[in-house]
């Protein structure tokens, strides 16, 4: 990285910045955003109405963007005066009307008067360095603007406001605490004193490492809420895994046939269903393959399978017997990956008491846990509910409480691991009476990636990195 651009190395804070913030296109108004210690003066002079320099923050005034004699638009002008702005930078806001020539004749005009043209995500990576979030509510940020279902933007907005942050600001600093204790024995290492009581600091280190891995396992849940929830629906061809995508989704997008081997490729498609995305993936039928091409997609399946959180298994409950039940069983099951039995095409089964028996009676002697068999018809529509509040409940089972924490953020993930392994080295540490100094080369580890998540431990990478990847104008 050329640290020279940098935003973080470069006193960003002098410099006042500019972009538009609202998508390009035109539209009906488009909002250009200035962001530093001149943007208001920036703005004045290319105004037309009211001195601005002179007025109050959180106020909004209609005038002119005027490029000498040539008036550029009718706008209105929306004032935050430092430190109550987003940026807690002196910052205005234009708007104007959305046309691609107003937008950019504008922003050439206040870089021609001193600002210049914001990177990604600068007004956000300002907002951190001037204390106004910290790193994981500035993340929380881009999570929102990219949030796509009601619980991924529940999630983004609780850690914004700093639940996460909280819990682990509290943590560190007593852990803090400690560590300053440790540093002081360093000092008194020759009268062989323990100012840090080892009992009282097991027992911090115990609840620390309980929250950092609770945290931790909320991990797959927060990034299903996040990315969505990877479900297959495989099983031998003919089954109705197409019919059931279709049915499913209420949407004729997978071809069905009564022709074995219809689906060759897989298919994507996205299901909401009580606010999480499911993605929902159609395989080719499991079998001995006829040719080249259907060999590829059999070895797809597979592959799609391992990489799931969850996999909808589909048979045709007229025609499977149970040797084959048993073996695809066998086959398919994956560690980590959740699995839900769907017997297909009961509306075949109506008088067949006999044959819905044999299948409940092989899944309860089948000694696999939580191995309940629904039965549905995916012509006919039924039960197709109830089959959907089986693959919410299992994907999410019961850990979406409301206000619990979850992390959805894998850099924060890795850090907590790291943290968890330090804790573990400081726990070893205490009970196999270490000296203190390396002692407290593990908890200043500890607190060191505890750090990172919020932004209490920088480097210039790693904003670098965070803060490239929003778009500009955030
Ligand atoms: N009676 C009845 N027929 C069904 C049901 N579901 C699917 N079918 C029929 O079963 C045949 C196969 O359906 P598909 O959905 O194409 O099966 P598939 O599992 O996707 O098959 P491949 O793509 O070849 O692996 C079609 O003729 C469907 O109309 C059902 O619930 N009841
Ligand atoms: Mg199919």
New binding site residues.
């Given amino acids: 990285m050329d640290n020279q651009n940098s935003a973080v190395t470069h006193h960003p804070q002098q410099e006042t910045i500019v972009a538009l913030a609202t998508p390009n296109g035109i539209g009906a108004i488009a909002v250009i955003r200035l962001s530093g210690l001149d943007a208001i003066a920036i703005a004045n002079s290319v105004w037309k109405g009211k001195d601005l320099t002179k007025q109050a923050s959180h106020t909004i005034h209609f005038g002119h963007i005027v490029d000498g004699d040539l008036v550029l638009d009718e706008v209105l002008a929306s004032l935050f005066v430092a430190p109550r702005s987003y940026t807690r930078e002196n910052v205005v806001e234009i708007s104007c009307h959305a046309s691609g020539y107003i937008i950019e004749s504008i922003i050439k005009l206040f870089i021609k008067k001193g600002a210049r043209s914001a990177k990604p995500g600068e007004f956000t990576l300002r907002a951190f360095l001037n204390g106004q979030l910290d790193l994981s509510q500035a993340e929380a940020v881009a999570d929102l603007i990219a949030s796509n279902s009601k619980a991924s933007q529940q999630v983004a907005l609780q850690q914004l406001r700093g639940g996460f942050s909280t819990q682990l600001q509290t943590l560190r600093e007593q852990l803090v605490n400690f560590a300053s204790l440790i540093e002081l024995e360093l000092d008194f290492a020759e009268e062989d004193v323990e100012f840090a009581n080892r009992d009282q600091l097991k027992h911090l280190i115990h609840e620390i490492t309980k929250i950092v891995g609770r945290l931790i396992q909320s991990f797959e849940l927060g990034n299903a809420i996040k990315n969505g929830v990877n479900t297959v629906?495989a099983?031998?061809?003919?089954?109705?895994?197409?019919?059931?995508?279709?049915?499913l989704l209420n949407e004729e997008r997978?071809?069905?046939?009564?022709?074995?081997?219809?689906?060759?490729d897989t298919i994507e498609e996205v299901l909401n269903i009580q606010g999480i995305n499911f993605r929902l993936i159609?395989?080719?039928?499991?079998r001995e393959a006829t040719d080249a091409i259907e060999q590829i997609g059999v070895q797809r399946t597979m592959e799609k399978i391992s990489q799931s959180a969850l996999l909808i298994y589909?048979f045709?409950a007229?025609l499977i017997t149970l040797d084959e039940l048993k073996s695809d069983l066998e086959s398919l099951q994956k560690p980590g990956v959740g699995m839900l039995m769907v017997a297909?095409?009961?509306?075949?089964l109506d008088e067949d008491i006999l044959k819905l028996e044999s299948i409940q009676a092989f899944f309860t002697t089948s000694g696999l846990p939580d191995m309940q068999t629904t039965f549905?018809?995916?012509?006919?529509k039924?039960h197709i509910d109830d089959l959907k509040n089986k693959i919410y409940t299992a994907a999410i089972k019961d850990q979406l409480s409301g206000d619990e924490t979850l992390v959805t953020n894998i850099r924060h993930l890795e850090a907590l691991q790291k943290t968890e392994e330090a804790l573990v080295r400081v726990l070893g540490g205490i009970d196999g009476s270490i000296t203190s100094d390396f002692l407290s080369m593990d908890i200043k580890q500890a607190l060191h990636y505890l750090g990172e998540i919020t932004g209490v431990v920088t480097t210039d990478d790693l904003l670098e990195n965070i803060f490239s990847k929003f778009c500009i104008g955030k």
């Fill in positions: 629906i099983g031998r061809p003919n089954a109705g895994k197409s019919t059931l995508l279709n049915a997978a071809i069905v046939s009564h022709i074995p081997g219809t689906t060759r159609d395989t080719a039928g499991i589909v045709d007229e297909n095409k009961m509306d075949l549905i018809s995916a012509k006919e039924l």
